[in-house]
């Protein structure tokens, strides 16, 4: 009974067939929480298909109703000993739109499908692949250790990730004891590359700005008016160009982040930003001043115009428009006072006589990240190099948005993600994939953390 031995197990899992066909079963359930004729399948898929996981893994798994009616939560529970450690993991059932008939090669996404060193499917990625890794490594050292994992752990899954994760916060505030543990461990996102281990911190938090002109109804001939009309898509256009300029550059003060710490500069002085055949070019003068790819991409806040419309851009008439409509983000790290972003601008605008765009914001998600200095971050950073003989990446946050602030600042949980994607995935497009690759180190490591985190006397627990 050895590590090695776990860890080995989780590989012949995979090399057997089991995990793809594991994972062929669950992608084929149609869990898009964006539409809301997929509730059954949201439901079924907990039910039928995850509870039946657990409980082989020795876990109690129910169903938790969602507080506003939308779809349920699964929560799981394997309880060894009292004095052994107590982690709690996390994942999401959901998947975004399947996009049927824009995957390459007239590919299902429905179905888990190995091209290469691919395997496709809508939730390889984002997330049924990732939590999947982490229930078969489980497996693998519950196998091993004859029966027990060696810590006590609680799992809970939701199905509204990809809508904003809305209830994820009500229901884990009302069950804080039914969830206290002492690390929470969980997985999604890419890995900073393919072949780099990667463990993120938390996440940046992301916050949806609305820019709207209203001058008018309809549109009037540029003939006729052109000099002596305003024009609403100019206007939109010179507003959001105060806010950040052409190489997309922060402009706004209220909008940048807290200077970054020498302790993360450290942290990602050898972080390396190099995309892969498929991926695209990083621009080399894009962003803030001063800063690292690796900096402006995870301790560095970005303005980003998701879309724009004022007229018929594939039939434009000869006319001003009379309205204009802009969808901004803004990408933040921890420490970023985004309660005061709205009305900054707003009074930036009136200030640069732009009075006439009425700002709003439709959606936010927080930014959180655990201390660097958590003993946990040593300990994961020790277990994965243990297993795989490299060195870690080590991202004090991911790049985009994930609900980790209900666990650390909530629940008041130290917080570990490693994920088992990577940037090129398609994840939330056509063609969604996971690397074999990828996936097979995955397992190991996931096998090595979780026998290590049966090795570790309550004593260094408590002490972490």
Not at 65 to 90: C, D, F, I, N, Q
Not at 323 to 332: G, H, I, N, S, T
Request: some cysteine; aromatic content about 8%.
């Amino acid at each position: 009974m050895s590590r090695d031995e776990a860890i080995d197990r989780a590989g012949q899992y995979f090399h057997s067939g089991g995990f793809l066909a594991e994972l062929d079963r669950r992608i084929a359930y149609r869990t898009e929480s964006q539409n809301p004729d997929r509730a059954d399948a949201m439901r079924a898929y907990l039910e039928h298909e995850l509870q039946q996981a657990f409980s082989e893994l020795g876990f109690s798994a129910r169903l938790i109703e969602s507080p506003s009616g939308k779809s349920p939560y699964l929560l799981a529970e394997y309880r060894e000993h009292p004095s052994a450690p107590t982690v709690l993991m996390y994942g999401h059932g959901d998947v975004v739109d399947g996009m049927e008939s824009e995957w390459r090669d007239s590919l299902d996404p429905w179905r888990a499908t190995k091209v290469g060193n691919r395997i496709y499917g809508r939730g390889t990625a984002d997330n049924k692949g990732q939590h999947s890794i982490n229930l078969s490594a489980l497996r693998a050292v519950r196998e091993v250790r004859g029966g027990r994992l060696g810590f006590n752990a609680k799992f809970i899954v939701e199905m509204g990730e990809e809508i904003g994760s809305p209830d994820l916060r009500q229901v884990c505030e009302s069950r804080r004891d039914e969830l206290a543990a002492d690390l929470f461990l969980a997985s999604d996102g890419p890995r900073l590359s393919a072949d780099r281990p990667t463990i993120f911190l938390g996440c940046r938090g992301g916050l949806r700005i609305h820019l709207d002109v209203d001058l008018r109804d309809g549109s009037h001939h540029s003939g006729n008016w052109g000099g002596i009309l305003a024009n609403a898509a100019t206007i939109l256009s010179a507003a959001i160009a105060s806010l950040v300029d052409g190489k997309g550059r922060l402009l706004l003060d209220d909008l940048k982040p807290p200077r970054i710490s020498n302790q993360i500069r450290v942290l990602l002085a050898d972080v390396k930003i190099e995309p892969v055949p498929g991926e695209p070019d990083v621009s080399s003068d894009w962003g803030e001043e001063g800063l690292s790819a690796a900096e402006r991409l995870y301790a560095a806040n970005t303005l980003e115009v998701l879309a724009m419309s004022s007229g018929n851009i594939k039939s434009p008439a000869n006319a001003i428009p009379g309205q204009a409509q802009a969808v901004l983000q803004l990408r933040f790290v921890v420490g970023t006072g985004t309660d005061q972003v709205l009305p900054a601008i707003r009074r930036h605008f009136e200030r640069r006589g732009f009075s006439v765009v009425a700002v709003s914001a439709a959606q936010s998600f927080a930014a959180s990240r655990t201390d660097f200095a958590s003993p946990w971050v040593d300990w994961a950073v020790n277990s994965i190099r243990s297993t795989t003989g490299k060195q870690p990446a080590v991202l004090p946050n991911f790049g985009g948005s994930l609900p980790n602030d209900v666990f650390s600042d909530t629940l008041g949980l130290p917080t570990i993600w490693v994920p088992h994607s990577y940037p090129g995935c398609s994840q939330h497009a056509p063609d969604e994939h996971i690397l074999l690759s990828v996936t097979e180190e995955a397992l190991g490591i996931m096998a090595g953390l979780f026998w290590d985190l049966g090795e570790m006397p309550r004593s260094r627990v408590l002490s972490r």
